[in-house]
């Protein structure tokens, strides 16, 4: 299977009757990045539900982090990627704060798995994501995403300040880049993957 290139995804191809469609979650905290993810690697225009931030939020969403942040997702973002001839991905970025969070059973409802974005500027962000999925045995990735001015960290640092098992992928990636998205999803399914040797898929292969 050869995949495709993201950077022709405006192409807008057909969808064949001979892909397989998986659902993909993409988590993580507040201004972790989901939206931006989403949007970078869909090959449609994604479907999003951002509203503007108001003083209402003052208190409760803490964007000295992502000061120029001035929006945020409060139901889902959506969007869609072809891997390869075999494989269709469709993507749901989930929303990062805690009053949203009774959306996330049925944002997960059928899906293969979850890239969990994280900001090292603030991991304690993530924690909320992570515990969803493994309490529910729901396979994911953790994505580093990067930010400008974060303090560079081995993976065995951020292994420990997450707690995170050795059987959980880490990879490092920038959310406004395609193709660093694009790395990041055929992680999660190729991790999905091998723990469900009965999908139908046999592996997702990068380009």
Request: aromatic share 8%; net charge negative; proline share 6%.
């Given at each position: ?74 139901a889902m973002d959506f969007g869609r990627i ?28 059928g899906a293969v798995g979850a890239v969990v ?91």
């Amino acid at each position: 299977m050869d995949s495709v290139d993201v950077d022709t995804r405006q192409r807008r191809r057909p969808i064949s009757r001979g892909l397989i469609p998986l659902k993909v979650l993409v988590a993580g905290g507040f201004g972790a990045g989901k939206t931006t993810f989403v949007g970078a690697v869909s090959e449609i225009p994604p479907l999003t539900t951002e509203e503007q931030l108001t003083s209402r939020s003052v208190g409760i969403d803490d964007t000295a982090a992502v000061p120029d942040k001035s929006t945020t997702t409060v139901a889902m973002d959506f969007g869609r990627i072809t891997v390869d001839a075999q494989l269709i991905l469709y993507l749901f970025g989930t929303p990062g704060q805690s009053r949203f969070w009774f959306m996330w059973d049925e944002l997960a409802r059928g899906a293969v798995g979850a890239v969990v974005l994280v900001d090292l500027r603030r991991v304690d962000d993530c924690f909320p994501a992570i515990d969803y999925f493994e309490d529910r045995g729901l396979p994911f990735v953790v994505a580093a995403n990067a930010f400008p001015g974060t303090e560079a960290f081995g993976d065995r640092a951020v292994r420990d300040a997450l707690a995170l098992g050795e059987g959980c992928p880490l990879v490092r990636m920038d959310a406004r880049d395609p193709r660093s998205c694009m790395d990041a999803l055929v992680a999660l399914v190729e991790h999905a993957l091998a723990r469900s040797p009965g999908t139908p898929v046999k592996h997702a292969r990068r380009e």
